[in-house]
């Protein structure tokens, strides 16, 4: 159902539109119109979607890993960037999934599939894949990317003029991260994937796990996932390329690794 508003919301709408460019923890300029809290909102819904549909693990060893590492990572965002907003907790679920993905939604929500664990060796591996994904979250690159993807439909989305109906909710999945069939990764661009993988490295870094264990994990990656095509025929990095541009911080971070507290996520 369309909602009819009066005139001088457009006005403000202009006035988001001018106001609506800030910066990422990187500094890079970002245009995000969408308000937290309705990204958050998007988050939570996306996940009670995956909820239903996907089975979760209750392996009681591996949801032990997967949490205690989730934990350490969030502390260690948190310390990193201390000027940002945060959930006041993340939920954290482990899905019954062969692919090797994970995933954070706004609103604080983190899932990780079993076919992770596979590649992932270490915790610390771990601990990268998560910060990552965890980076894209308090980036806001999901309401960058809606925002791009909508154009205009995100400015009136923040006004309440247009109903849910006709934004669509597949964009809203799309823009989140997560692909027509429940639970699929999709790549954000190539900026975003640079980006998220820096923010990533701080924060295993300042969570006590080894950030040269960040590149490791892509090396096993490319070696589980066979050959990628051309680097400029997708949005998401070549393993070689994310690698690179990982080892451009990797002093930065090791100095950060040797004063933080190591990291002990051990099961028994």
Same mark, same amino acid.
């Given at each position: 159902?369309?909602?009819?508003?009066?005139?001088?919301?457009?006005?403000?709408?202009?006035?988001?539109?001018?106001?609506?460019?800030?910066?990422?923890?990187?500094?890079?300029?970002?245009?995000?119109?969408?308000?937290?809290?309705?990204?958050?909102?998007?988050?939570?819904?996306?996940?009670?979607?995956?909820?239903?549909?996907?089975?979760?693990?209750?392996?009681?060893?591996?949801?032990?890993?997967?949490?205690?590492?989730?934990?350490?990572?969030?502390?260690?965002? &948190? !310390?990193?960037?201390? @000027? $940002? %907003?945060?959930?006041? +907790?993340?939920?954290?679920?482990?899905? *019954?999934?062969?692919?090797?993905?994970?995933?954070?939604?706004?609103?604080?929500?983190?899932?990780?599939?079993?076919?992770?664990?596979?590649?992932?060796?270490?915790?610390?591996?771990?601990?990268?894949?998560?910060?990552?994904?965890?980076?894209?979250?308090?980036?806001?690159?999901?309401?960058?990317?809606?925002?791009?993807?909508?154009?205009?439909?995100?400015?009136?989305?923040?006004?309440?003029?247009?109903?849910?109906?006709?934004?669509?909710?597949?964009?809203?999945?799309?823009?989140?991260?997560?692909?027509?069939?429940?639970?699929?990764?999709?790549?954000?661009?190539?900026?975003?994937?640079? &980006? !998220?993988?820096?923010? @990533? $490295? %701080?924060?295993?870094? +300042?969570?006590?796990?080894?950030?040269? *264990?960040?590149?490791?994990?892509?090396?096993?990656?490319?070696?589980?996932?066979?050959?990628?095509?051309?680097?400029?025929?997708?949005?998401?990095?070549?393993?070689?390329?994310?690698?690179?541009?990982?080892?451009?911080?990797?002093?930065?971070?090791?100095?950060?690794?040797?004063?933080?507290?190591?990291?002990?996520?051990?099961?028994?």
């Amino acid at each position: 159902m369309r909602l009819r508003f009066p005139l001088h919301l457009l006005f403000i709408l202009q006035l988001a539109l001018l106001a609506g460019c800030d910066e990422t923890p990187t500094g890079r300029s970002q245009l995000a119109l969408v308000p937290e809290n309705l990204m958050a909102q998007m988050g939570e819904d996306t996940f009670d979607q995956l909820l239903n549909r996907q089975p979760v693990s209750r392996d009681t060893q591996v949801n032990e890993l997967v949490q205690c590492v989730a934990d350490k990572v969030v502390a260690g965002a &948190e !310390a990193s960037y201390p @000027g $940002l %907003a945060f959930p006041e +907790r993340w939920d954290v679920v482990v899905f *019954e999934d062969s692919s090797p993905n994970a995933f954070a939604l706004p609103g604080g929500r983190i899932g990780v599939h079993t076919g992770l664990l596979r590649v992932a060796e270490t915790s610390a591996q771990l601990a990268a894949v998560i910060g990552h994904e965890v980076g894209h979250v308090l980036a806001d690159h999901g309401n960058e990317r809606l925002t791009q993807q909508l154009g205009i439909k995100a400015g009136l989305l923040v006004v309440g003029l247009l109903g849910e109906g006709e934004l669509g909710h597949q964009q809203l999945m799309q823009a989140l991260g997560i692909g027509a069939q429940i639970g699929i990764s999709l790549p954000f661009s190539r900026t975003h994937e640079e &980006e !998220a993988d820096l923010m @990533g $490295l %701080a924060i295993m870094a +300042r969570s006590g796990f080894d950030p040269q *264990e960040s590149v490791a994990l892509w090396r096993n990656m490319a070696a589980t996932g066979g050959g990628q095509p051309p680097e400029f025929l997708s949005t998401h990095p070549a393993h070689e390329s994310r690698i690179k541009v990982l080892e451009t911080s990797m002093d930065e971070a090791l100095a950060t690794y040797e004063n933080a507290s190591p990291a002990d996520c051990s099961t028994s």
